[in-house]
């Protein structure tokens, strides 16, 4: 009996190869609109579905191939004589290799000015069915829905050793590109609808890349990334030079583009272990980066550090001087870009934090399940800000403040950040008791506490902080409010002369 092969493809990359391959082997090609029109331009004989099925295509090829004709012919058990006997009565015929991709739904929704009737004409229907009928009955068919398969399947076709193994690899494929375009319909759809909290979710992400090791050598790790193309995000980033990124670089290199994001003037984050080390702002790079460098000269070795502006040669010089795994930045100049490549490992990334293009959705595994919450993106302006002291904070002290305030959101809660002068001063991270990270971040920044700020990313259960922050000379404060005792601290401050000021929204970052 002839073999038959379905071919219906959206990409049209290596198809006319494919097909003379599968003439040569002895097959009979049956085909649909543009796929056709394709094989038939390459001299290759192809026989229309409408032939196999004795039914037009119609609704402007919304219905072709769900027919009897088309889906027995997949499904039929080649070793179940009812089976065979049935088709046979029917007049219908074995097909034994289908070759399909979909719809593009995914570049389609990615248009900025798609429409919602553009996405739905997007949504493959035929196609989905032919390969999961395919892929149901692999031990008979033959199913391929990627043309990087093209040829590995032509191979094994004339040496006669399609495996069972090999054929149950194809259709798990084929599963995982029908669930991923499913899943990609579906966020589409639930995200015009509004839905908050659907009854059920289903994420889909890409490959980027395998990974040596995860966070310890014995873990295995991957990196994959959102559909959506967020241009300022690492798994869209571009690098330019170095090493391959490890898991725990990947972290701490999105902890440090996060921090990054935050500020709209030239900026540099430093980042050890997800928390920020070290932050600057000033009126060009070169300060920025001094700022964040003095901020913690110890902690910075070995880190991570984001800028928000292009580096140019001054900024490089300084940042060749101290051993880093990455720097990302928006663009280097050639110098620049020269400087820094002299060494082979560093990191050298091209990305820009001020990008944001984010679903606003954060996800966290926990055993057994999935947490979902709207990213972190709260933000205060001066005019937010409720001075509950008797002594109001200065011009300078609201500016340091606010500053303060962008980088305690991003430390590991409890969190204390002391700031001055644009730069963070200390940072203390990650406590079981608030004191104990003001005492962190106090001795961090030893005298230069004197005349700073305080930024705590919640409110303070007990003044104890507030004393703490008093012995070390910290002139303001800033925190959420809305402890039951906040009088308490508020009497504090005003018997040290602090000022201090309420945000009304906290930041804890578990």
């Known amino acids: 009996m002839t073999k038959r092969a379905l071919l219906s493809v959206s990409n049209k990359q290596g198809l006319s190869d494919f097909a003379q391959e599968l003439i040569s082997l ?65 007049g219908f015929g074995p097909i034994d290799l289908v070759a399909v991709n979909l719809y593009p739904f995914k ?34 068919v033959t199913v391929v829905t990627d043309p990087a398969d093209y040829d590995e399947i032509v191979e094994g076709l004339k040496r006669g050793d399609l495996t069972y193994e090999f054929r149950r690899s194809l ?5 995982r590109h029908t669930a991923h375009y499913d899943a990609l319909i579906a966020e589409y759809f639930t995200g015009l609808s509004g839905e908050e909290a659907p009854e059920t979710i289903t994420k889909t992400y890409e490959h980027v890349q395998s ?26 980033a571009e690098q330019l030079h170095g090493k391959e990124l490890s898991y725990n670089n990947i972290q701490d290199a999105n902890a440090a583009l996060e921090v990054a994001a935050e500020f709209t003037n030239p900026a540099a984050v430093a980042v050890k272990h997800m928390n920020p080390c070290g932050v600057g702002t000033a ?18 070795f070995g880190g991570i550090v984001a800028l928000n502006r292009k580096v140019n040669k001054d900024t490089a010089e300084q940042l060749s001087g101290i051993f880093l795994e ?18 082979k490992n560093v990191r050298i990334i091209k990305v820009d934090p001020s990008i944001t293009e984010t679903t606003g959705e954060k996800l966290v595994s926990v055993r057994g399940g999935l947490l979902v919450q709207d990213k972190d993106e709260g ?3 001066v005019t937010d800000l409720r001075t509950v002291t008797e002594r109001a904070p200065t011009d300078k ?49 030893g005298e230069k506490a004197r005349g700073a700020v305080m930024a705590s990313d919640a409110f303070f259960p007990m003044p104890d902080t507030v004393e703490t922050a008093a012995k070390a000379g910290i002139k303001a404060i800033i925190q959420p409010g809305g402890s039951k005792r906040d009088q308490d601290s508020i009497d504090a401050c005003n018997e040290h002369g602090i000022a201090m000021v309420f945000t009304g929204m906290r930041h804890f970052k578990h």
């Open 107 to 140: 570049e389609t929704i990615a248009k900025e000015d798609v429409t919602e009737r553009e996405a739905i004409e997007n949504v493959d229907i035929g196609g989905p069915t032919m390969l999961r009928s395919a892929a149901k009955n692999f031990e008979n």
């Open 171 to 175: 259709a798990a494929k084929v599963f």
């Open 379 to 381: 933000k205060v302006a």
């Open 326 to 343: 990455i720097i990302m930045a928006p663009e280097y100049d050639e110098e620049a870009f020269g400087i820094l490549a002299k060494k």
């Open 211 to 236: 990974l040596r090791y995860g966070e310890n050598p014995h873990q295995s790790a991957s990196f994959y990334r959102e559909v959506k193309e967020d241009r300022g995000s690492l798994a869209y």
């Open 397 to 445: 002290e609201l500016e340091d403040l606010l500053m303060s305030w962008q980088v305690v959101k991003h430390v590991k809660s409890n969190a204390i950040v002391i700031a001055g002068e644009d730069r963070t001063l200390g940072v203390g991270a990650g406590q079981m008791n608030r004191v104990g990270a003001a005492a962190i971040a106090l001795g961090q920044a």
């Open 283 to 300: 009126d060009d790079l070169s300060q920025a980066f001094a700022k964040a460098y003095e901020a913690d000269p110890v902690s910075i």
């Open 26 to 90: 002895g097959y009979e090609l049956i085909s649909t609109g543009g796929t056709k029109r394709t094989i038939e331009e390459a001299g290759i004989e192809v026989r229309s579905i409408s032939e196999i099925t004795e039914f037009p295509e119609i609704m402007d090829g919304r219905v072709k191939t769900l027919h009897p004709a088309v889906h027995s012919g997949l499904l039929v058990r080649r070793d179940n004589g009812e089976d065979m006997k049935q088709l046979q009565e029917l």
